[in-house]
């Protein structure tokens, strides 16, 4: 059974809109990338249909969804003219997906006034279909494909060998464990690209954006996975000081997974209907200015998190569950600003054949 992981809704100092800036930021570092693809490997002469479908799966609440969106709208519309396509410019339709649960008021309610689209909302899982076959000409995801469709069973039970006791992530945790959180994956991959290749018009496009792992380097070496370890330890010591019990520890495994360009290859090379038009490393945190700020990097996941770990653990801790985060961060901000220099968000462009 599918499970639901949903960001923080509203307009909140907690909420996914006003702490995703780091995200936007990866999103602005994949622009000029984005319009390359669409410049020189999307074909607008193959399409006959008006309007021009675009979807973003796994939108959350914006404002993210709402520039990644533009930016697309106007790329597509200087290939069109670059060809002399002028007088055939489609009208285009956008399509924001995300989990039903996703707080789809404070999208709708701060979408731009002077966009250059139709909009409408596709609540559902991207773990399965949700458009008519051959409708959509260009989807786009960003920060969502590493979210598991469910915890892999493994973990939780205490006879397996890839039973997570102590911890809460697969980062430090036994080879098992890795193995358990790498098959979930591969599953819902393939769930997810067989159903956007059926969605896909021929000679359509999907690009997106992920968290990542360069090719051999172990997960204690990417960022993200760091802080989901240092979560564990604050969850432990609060455990420790009878806040919480192990048992709840224990019982609690975050559904995230952060792939390498070796395990999406051959996930895509498993589906018949894609090509893969480019795959890049990128080091987004190359950008970034100045050292990492605990209290910033806290709120991000946060606003991320808070909900699983409110379903699990209660509301109760969450404020000193990050206020420790954030004080764990700092005190391993050398850990988490030499790790590998190879990148740690994957930037992938498909083509439907």
């Known amino acids: 059974m599918q499970q639901s992981f949903l960001m923080n809704g509203g307009d909140g100092p907690h909420s996914y809109r006003n702490n995703s800036h780091f995200q936007r930021q990866d999103i602005n570092v994949s622009r000029t990338m984005i319009e390359e693809a669409i410049a020189k490997k999307l074909d607008v002469m193959c399409f006959s249909s008006n309007p021009f479908r675009l979807a973003d799966l796994g ?36 399509f924001f997906n995300d989990h039903v649960g996703n707080d789809f008021n404070t999208l709708f309610a701060s979408l731009p006034t002077e966009r250059r689209y139709f909009a409408c909302g596709v609540p559902g899982s991207f773990h399965g279909r949700l ?4 409708s959509i000409h260009f989807m786009f995801s960003s920060h969502a494909l590493h979210w598991l469709s469910k915890v892999p069973e493994e973990l939780l039970d205490k006879n397996s060998p890839a039973w997570n006791r102590g911890r809460i992530h697969y980062t430090s945790g036994p080879e ?3 193995h358990a959180y790498a098959a979930q994956f591969e599953r819902d991959m393939e769930i997810f690209l067989s159903a956007r290749a059926k969605e896909l018009v ?10 990542a ?13 760091v802080m989901f370890d240092l979560l564990g330890a604050s ?18 495994n975050l559904p995230i997974h952060v792939a390498s360009p070796e395990q999406m290859t051959e996930m895509v090379d498993r589906n018949e209907c894609l090509t893969i038009e480019r795959m890049e490393l990128v080091d987004s945190r190359s950008k970034l200015v100045g050292p990492i700020n605990g209290k910033e990097c806290a709120m991000c996941l946060r606003a991320g998190l ?25 005190e391993s901000s050398h850990q988490l600003e030499s790790g590998n220099k190879e990148g740690t968000l994957l930037f992938v462009v498909l083509r439907r054949k």
């Open 235 to 252: 969850l432990m010591d609060m455990a420790k000081e009878g806040l919480i019990s192990e048992a709840q520890v224990d019982s609690f």
């Open 213 to 225: 792992l360069p090719n051999g380097i172990p997960a204690s070496q990417n960022p993200y996975c």
């Open 59 to 94: 939108c959350s609440v914006g404002p993210n969804t709402f520039i990644a969106m533009q930016h697309i709208v106007e790329a597509v519309e200087r290939k069109y003219l670059a060809q002399g396509l002028k007088s055939e410019m489609p009208e285009f339709q956008v």
């Open 131 to 134: 458009f008519p076959e051959s």
């Open 306 to 330: 808070e909900g699983i770990f409110t379903q699990h653990f209660g509301s109760g801790i969450i404020d000193q569950l990050f206020d420790r985060l954030s004080k764990q961060i700092m």
């Open 202 to 211: 021929v000679g359509g496009m999907i690009v997106f954006l992920i968290p």
């Open 176 to 178: 098992e464990v890795s």
